[in-house]
């Protein structure tokens, strides 16, 4: 792949420098990479040079030091023009004003609400609406077998399911969500032109523009009007930070649950003793949802954070202006948090639930009790109705996106029994 700032990290290749693969051909093999290379690793994102974490104790610390922030313009790349909008990854970063992107008191104000609409009593208030999806999903993807009797679990059933999720919560009409997954698929994947992708983001920003427009004149009961609508006394978000909310919740809200439920099959039906003492009611499904979550984590590499002075972490020094990506796939497999076999899954493990994929401190994500959730729904739903499920490729031949950020899958051929 051609990078225009290819230059920018000739000095750090030089130095042990791990390329990110943007094809991500090799995930298993990146991630102890990056676990053996220490406590931070020097990558590189598409000729970009940055730092990475790869242990839990040390993420944790970072995770709430507020001397790495959000803000873009604390990155020293940035400031300097070595980073500009023809950088592929920079629509992750500079995404618009939101909660995603701002750090402190503005990012508690931006947040307050969202956290508000997904408390766990409004969760519990929506599982029925979750179970009715996830009944229809199942009949559809029965329906969608072919000749063959192959299915793709991802596009029928675990794609869908949380992007209804997400559009009935902010009060997308369900017509809207393929053009939804489209656009959000074309943005992450790293086969998308740049100039595509810049105009991707801003026929996003046109459709949330309108859609807050719409909610403003008449207000319904989702989550978009409830961030539009100020509280008595406080201070109502700007329009252009509803729309980024939006634009960044939409994106996490079902890309995080697609990975956790296709992950979760894939490990289950690789490991089959473990599927058995599930289905016979030996481990709860939680166990499967918390171990998935560790072993093979959602979201790859977080992006990015900087430095606004020199931070020491062990050996090395993050200096100012730099910037820090949060590699949650390599953590989870942190030898010294989840033993000497942590590359393995097994959901009887004693540190399954001590992880940090959905991240740690204020910006931890706060759609991660809704992907539970769904997960929590869907799995015991799925393998209920279709027992005998198994995949229809050998597992190797499951190939994943080219998406440097999220750890999903281009497709996921099943056979239902």
């Known amino acids: 792949m051609n990078c225009p700032h290819a230059e920018a990290a000739q000095a750090g290749r030089n130095a042990g420098v791990i390329t990110i693969d943007p094809m991500v051909q090799d995930l298993d093999g990146e991630t102890v990479r990056l676990r053996d290379?220490?406590?931070?690793?020097?990558?590189?994102?598409?000729?970009?040079?940055?730092?990475?974490?790869?242990?839990?104790?040390?993420?944790?610390?970072?995770?709430?030091?507020?001397?790495?922030?959000?803000?873009?313009?604390?990155?020293?790349?940035?400031?300097?023009?070595?980073?500009?909008?023809?950088?592929?990854?920079?629509g992750m970063i500079d995404a618009g004003r939101s909660m995603f992107t701002v750090d402190g008191s503005e990012h508690r104000r931006l947040r307050t609400k969202t956290s508000q609409a997904l408390t766990p009593r409004r969760l519990e208030a929506i599982r029925p609406d979750i179970e009715k999806f996830t009944d229809e999903l199942l009949d559809a993807l029965d329906a969608a077998?072919?000749?063959?009797?192959?299915?793709?679990?991802?596009?029928?059933?675990?794609?869908?399911?949380?992007?209804?999720?997400?559009?009935?919560?902010?009060?997308?009409?369900?017509?809207?969500?393929?053009?939804?997954?489209?656009?959000?698929?074309?943005?992450?994947?790293?086969?998308?032109?740049?100039?595509?992708?810049?105009?991707?983001?801003?026929?996003?920003?046109v459709f949330y523009t309108d859609l807050v427009r719409e909610k403003t004149a008449r207000p319904t009961d989702d989550l978009t009007s409830a961030l539009i609508l100020a509280e008595e006394g406080g201070e109502p978000l700007t329009e252009e930070e509803v729309v980024g909310n939006l634009k960044a919740m939409v994106a996490a809200g079902h890309e995080t649950t697609i990975g956790l439920v296709l992950n979760a099959v894939r490990a289950l039906l690789s490991h089959p003793d473990q599927l058995r003492q599930v289905l016979d009611g030996e481990i709860g499904w939680d166990a499967v949802i918390e171990e998935t979550l560790r072993w093979d984590t959602p979201t790859t590499h977080l992006l990015m954070r900087f430095a606004t002075e020199d931070i020491a972490v062990g050996d090395e020094v993050i200096r100012k202006g730099e910037g820090v990506v949060i590699s949650y796939r390599a953590i989870g497999r942190d030898f010294e948090q989840h033993g000497p076999d942590a590359d393995a899954f097994d959901i009887t493990r004693p540190t399954r639930n001590r992880h940090m994929t959905f991240g740690h401190g204020p910006h931890i994500c706060p759609g991660a009790a809704l992907s539970r959730v769904e997960a929590g729904i869907a799995l015991p739903a799925l393998f209920g109705r279709f027992p005998g499920l198994r995949l229809a490729v050998p597992d190797e031949e499951i190939t994943k996106l080219p998406v440097m950020t999220q750890n999903d899958m281009a497709a996921f051929p099943v056979l239902l029994g």
């Open 37 to 90: 290379a220490g406590v931070l690793a020097r990558i590189d994102l598409l000729g970009v040079p940055a730092w990475t974490v790869t242990r839990h104790a040390e993420a944790r610390q970072l995770l709430v030091d507020p001397r790495l922030v959000k803000d873009i313009d604390a990155w020293g790349l940035w400031q300097s023009g070595v980073v500009t909008r023809a950088w592929p990854l920079i």
């Open 145 to 205: 077998q072919g000749e063959d009797g192959v299915v793709d679990l991802k596009a029928v059933f675990a794609q869908p399911l949380p992007m209804k999720v997400v559009g009935m919560l902010m009060g997308v009409d369900e017509s809207q969500h393929a053009m939804l997954t489209r656009q959000y698929k074309a943005f992450f994947s790293m086969l998308t032109p740049q100039d595509e992708r810049l105009a991707l983001l801003a026929e996003l920003d």
